[in-house]
Nanobody
Framework: QVQLVESGGRLVQAGGSLRLSCKAS????????LAWFRQAPGKEREFVAA????????YYADSVKGRFTISRDNAKNTVYLQMNSLKPEDTAVYYC???????????????????WGEGTLVTVSS
């Protein structure tokens, strides 16, 4: 059974940093493009960042570019999201997702992702 388990979400003050982790029980983890999405209260889920399976491409939403960094450790079947200079508008449930050999050329479509985690809550206080 495939599982993606996010961790690291918590309450943090504006301007602070957090690192989210997502460990995946995926066979051939290195062949999956990995992405982070988020859903703020009362809003639709949106794309945050993606890291291609080839290791050659990353892409970020404009709202997080320059503040967030996505990375992956194929040896640990884990993808990370380093979040710096956090703002109250970053408050959301953050989800990781995986898509088999997907190309990363822009915002990843949610309906194209093969697997999803349950999410981890990040709250940024002002």
């Amino acid at each position: 059974q495939v599982q993606l388990v996010e961790s690291g979400g918590r309450l943090v003050q504006a301007g602070g940093s957090l690192r989210l982790s997502c460990k995946a029980s995926l066979r051939a983890f290195s062949s999956y493009t990995l992405a982070w999405f988020r859903q703020a209260p009362g809003k639709e889920r949106e794309f945050v960042a993606a890291f291609s399976w080839s290791g050659r491409s990353t892409y970020y939403a404009d709202s997080v570019k320059g503040r967030f960094t996505i990375s992956r450790d194929n040896a640990k079947n884990t993808v990370y999201l380093q979040m710096n200079s956090l703002k109250p508008e970053d408050t959301a449930v953050y989800y990781c997702a995986a898509d088999w050999t997907a190309q990363v050329m822009g915002v990843m479509p949610q309906d194209g992702m093969d697997y999803w985690g349950e999410g981890t809550l990040v709250t940024v206080s002002s």
